[in-house]
């Protein structure tokens, strides 16, 4: 199973920052990509981040400069650091490991073998 975790609770400032990890258990995530995804409440889902086996790399438009994923394999862990968060940021976040499918500039769920069970981060004064 994958499970999504975040650290330091998931109440953050505007402007603040909060790290999510995202650990596997029963296999090993550096065979897989790793995708981060998040929905709020009446929107659609969206694609995060992604980082593959090789460690490259994806961000939404919407997190670029604001967000870094990254992948400690001998901890069996991928982590999304997020900074400057924004009340817009507010949603459930979902790690997902399988692989990193970009469509028309999108991340997209397509190829992922196991959802984590997501962790809610809410940015608010």
């Known amino acids: 199973s994958v499970a999504a975790r975040g650290v330091w609770g998931g109440l953050v400032q505007p402007g603040g920052s909060l790290r999510l990890s995202c650990a596997a258990s029963?296999?090993?995530?550096?065979?897989?990509?790793i995708n981060w995804f998040r929905q709020a409440p009446g929107k659609e889902r969206e694609g995060v981040s992604c980082?593959?086996?090789?460690?490259?790399?994806y961000y939404a438009d919407s997190v670029k400069g604001r967000f870094t994923i990254s992948r400690d394999n001998a901890k069996n862990t991928v982590y999304l650091q997020m900074n400057s968060l924004k009340p817009e940021d507010t949603s459930v976040y979902y790690c997902?490991?399988?692989?990193?499918?970009?469509?028309?500039?999108?991340?997209?769920?397509?190829?992922?073998?196991?959802w984590g069970k997501g962790t809610l981060v809410t940015v608010s004064s």
């Open positions: 997902a490991a399988g692989a990193c499918t970009i469509v028309g500039g999108k991340l997209l769920p397509y190829g992922v073998h196991y």
């Open positions: 029963g296999f090993t995530l550096d065979n897989y990509a």
């Open positions: 980082i593959s086996s090789m460690y490259s790399t």
